[in-house]
């Protein structure tokens, strides 16, 4: 049953590159204070601000239950404001605060700085790895 075995299994591969990704951020993050589902909705808020909840969660892939506690959070932090919208007041409009654009300048160094820690290989099998992680990704959603 060789299908069965741990070290055939792509998605275990994913799992443990996940985690030990999510913990090489975390250095990084702390020095800002916040975790990394936290600073995925930032990425996202930096990219186009002032969107819908539906926008982010379509972005980022975080469940709805869980956006909605990371959203709270990072409005606690007042790095983010949480406004009805003046179409329709059921849907909610999230918007970087001032403390939360400046918090991009804090953080674009983390990408370059976490990709140093991956020394063995090249920007082309990133690219590879990204590409062929976009497939499964796709053929998953």
Same mark, same amino acid.
């Given at each position: 049953?060789?299908?069965?075995?741990?070290?055939?299994?792509?998605c275990?591969?994913y799992?443990?590159?996940?985690?030990?990704?999510?913990?090489?951020?975390?250095?990084?993050?702390?020095?800002?204070?916040?975790?990394y589902?936290?600073?995925?909705v930032?990425?996202?808020?930096?990219?186009?601000?002032?969107?819908?909840?539906?926008?982010?969660?379509?972005? !980022?892939?975080?469940?709805?239950?869980? =956006?909605?506690?990371?959203?709270? +959070?990072?409005? #606690?932090?007042? *790095?983010?404001?949480?406004?009805?919208?003046?179409?329709?007041?059921?849907?909610?409009?999230?918007?970087?605060?001032?403390?939360?654009?400046?918090?991009?300048?804090?953080?674009?160094?983390?990408?370059?700085?976490?990709?140093?820690?991956v020394?063995?290989? !090249?920007?082309?099998?990133?690219?590879? =790895?990204?590409?062929?992680?976009d +497939?499964?990704? #796709?053929n998953? *959603?």
């Open positions: 049953m060789d299908q069965l075995k741990l070290s055939n299994q792509i275990h591969r799992y443990v590159a996940s985690n030990a990704i999510t913990r090489a951020y975390r250095p990084f993050l702390a020095k800002l204070d916040i975790t589902p936290q600073y995925v930032l990425m996202a808020l930096w990219e186009t601000d002032k969107v819908d909840v539906k926008f982010i969660k379509d972005k !980022t892939h975080i469940d709805g239950g869980a =956006l909605s506690l990371i959203l709270k +959070k990072l409005s #606690t932090k007042n *790095l983010i404001e949480v406004q009805g919208s003046e179409q329709d007041k059921r849907v909610k409009l999230i918007q970087l605060t001032q403390a939360g654009k400046h918090m991009q300048q804090d953080a674009a160094h983390i990408p370059e700085q976490l990709m140093c820690q020394s063995n290989m !090249t920007k082309e099998e990133f690219s590879l =790895l990204k590409e062929l992680t +497939k499964v990704i #796709t998953l *959603l």
